[in-house]
């Protein structure tokens, strides 16, 4: 019923910079965070940068003076300006929702879009 719509990723120079866009489709009754994970090859999932539900960003030190995330409540949209981007950037990027989704009996659940790649050439 809740599903995330990403767009943006691509294949960039060292230096160059990346907007991604993430937009939830569905009902929703409440957030309680949004944002964008990554995985890298071999390593495991890692936060990027997420709003949290008290409008507290969290960045992971790596991207922190970097990455900018912005949102639209209204829209229910999270966009990931990326600039400086490096060799290490390199992962593919997931989209994030922490939700209550109205109607039905469904509670509190995790939703994840599919993934978009992001490759930083050296």
């Known amino acids: 019923q809740v599903q995330l719509m990403e767009s943006g990723g691509g294949l960039v120079q060292v230096g160059e910079s990346l907007r991604l866009s993430c937009a939830a489709s569905?009902?929703?009754?409440?957030?309680?965070?949004m944002g964008w994970y990554r995985q890298a090859p071999g390593k495991q999932r890692e936060l990027v940068a997420v709003f949290g539900s008290g409008g507290r960003i969290n960045y992971a030190d790596s991207v922190k003076g970097r990455f900018i995330l912005s949102r639209d409540n209204t829209k229910n949209t999270v966009d990931l300006q990326m600039n400086s981007l490096k060799p290490e950037d390199t992962a593919v990027y997931y989209c994030?929702?922490?939700?209550?989704?109205?109607?039905?009996?469904?509670?509190?659940?995790?939703?994840w879009g599919q993934g978009t790649q992001v490759t930083v050439s050296s």
């Open positions: 569905g009902s929703i009754f409440s957030i309680f965070a």
């Open positions: 994030y929702l922490d939700l209550i989704p109205r109607g039905g009996g469904r509670g509190r659940y995790d939703a």
